[in-house]
């Protein structure tokens, strides 16, 4: 069933297209503004002050783990998936429970939109901070540029900063923090966040079959999909293994796109208690589970943890791109993932919208905010 307010934000009447501000697309969350990483590196690149610096066990392996284990992420093979080849099937159900990340290939994103995508992000950070400033994220909100996530004034910061706007639907945009310079930067926005989501719809669409559903099933059960784009840019640090780009997370969507840079690696996934960096692979993407699929397989397929590590040399930009349920869609485990044994259900029915923003308003920290979703053991027997 439909409910009212869903039946409401439907009837916006936005005009985005024609540069119409939407003012009741929603706000997500507060974060507290703090300094331009990437300007306090041009002003003095030693710098790393305190605030940044990370206690050595938040630091645990920041150094050793470029190692050989970083060819072992799963690589799915898009192509074969949409070919019905059962055995790619059988791998993506291995990847999603055995690792919660994959890289993807054969996705069918042109290189000239991937490529398009990477040139304009980077002329973006390139600009002068007074330029990129225009599009600041202002004190309700995490769109736009900025620090999101910043809940206390004592956190520990991380080493970098980005650029956040909702892309679908369409109506949510808030076309004021989508850059004017470099001129291409919003098409590039748009080719990419269009692409994506047809990669979005079809991995939801093998998603549903593993977990026991028809083809359209999860995709239904999103009402409809909320895409949003984060530009993450990591500036080299002096002390690369004293600081950390991107607090140890995992994320709140259903699943996450993700394009890398090809010649600096920083993402690093928690993998059997070890950090493991996922090396890119060319043109390829990298897919992980989010917080929403967790639930609702019952924990067969986990949001596993995730970082960003910094480089001492070279800045690298990521492209994540969160595929999310509607505000209104109230998650809980299916019925097909849910088995006869006790602890049946591990998570309860939460409304998307809530656990989204309760998730955003703190700090990241790891899986902590899963917990909210968590049936406690005392009240198991109950269900
Ligand atoms: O930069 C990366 O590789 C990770 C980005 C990420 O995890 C995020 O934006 O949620
Ligand atoms: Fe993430």
Redesign the pocket.
């Known amino acids: 069933m439909i409910n009212s307010s869903f039946i409401r934000k439907e009837n916006m009447g936005f005009d985005g297209e024609n540069g119409i501000e939407n003012e009741k697309a929603p706000n997500w969350a507060t974060s507290i503004p703090v300094d331009n990483v990437q300007e306090m590196v041009r002003r003095n690149s030693y710098a790393v002050p305190e605030k940044y610096i990370r206690n050595l066990e938040d630091r645990h392996g920041n150094t050793c783990l470029f190692s050989a284990s970083t060819n072992n992420i799963p690589v799915i093979d898009l192509s074969l998936l949409t070919d019905n080849c059962k055995e790619e099937l059988k791998k993506l159900d291995l990847a999603c429970a055995e690792w919660g990340f994959f890289q993807v290939i054969n996705h069918g994103i042109a290189q000239e939109t991937l490529l398009g995508m990477k040139d304009a992000a980077v002329s973006f950070f390139e600009l002068p901070l007074e330029e990129k400033e225009k599009y600041s994220m202002p004190p309700n909100d995490i769109q736009g540029y900025g620090h999101a996530y910043v809940a206390s004034t004592e956190q520990k910061l991380d080493w970098s900063d980005?650029l956040i706007m909702v892309v679908y639907p369409t109506h949510y945009r808030k076309y004021k923090y989508w850059p004017a310079t470099p001129p291409g930067l919003k098409d590039a926005i748009e080719a990419y966040s269009f692409e994506v989501n047809k990669v979005a719809k079809k991995l939801l669409s093998f998603l549903s079959l593993i977990v026991g559903m028809d083809k359209e099933g999860l995709l239904g059960m999103h009402k409809e999909i909320m895409q949003a784009l984060?530009l993450?840019y990591?500036p080299p640090c002096s002390k690369p293994d004293q600081v950390i780009?991107?607090s140890p997370?995992s994320?709140t969507s259903t699943i996450?796109i993700?394009m890398?840079d090809e010649d600096v690696t920083?993402?690093q996934i928690r993998h059997h208690g070890e950090w493991v960096s996922?090396k890119p692979i060319p043109n390829s993407l990298?897919v992980n589970i989010g917080d929403v699929i967790e639930i609702w397989s019952n924990g067969k397929y986990k949001s596993i943890e995730?970082?960003?590590v910094i480089n001492d040399q070279k800045a690298?930009i990521?492209y994540?791109s969160?595929i999310c349920p509607n505000d209104d869609v109230e998650i809980e485990p299916l019925k097909q993932t849910v088995g006869s044994q006790e602890p049946k259900k591990l998570y309860k029915k939460i409304r998307y919208g809530d656990f989204l923003r309760q998730s955003m308003k703190r700090k990241m920290e790891g899986k902590a905010h899963t917990d909210v979703a968590k049936i406690e053991r005392n009240i198991e027997k109950d269900l």
């Open positions: 980005a984060r993450n990591y780009g991107l997370h994320d996450s993700l890398q920083g993402l996922v990298v995730h970082r960003a690298r990521s994540a969160f």
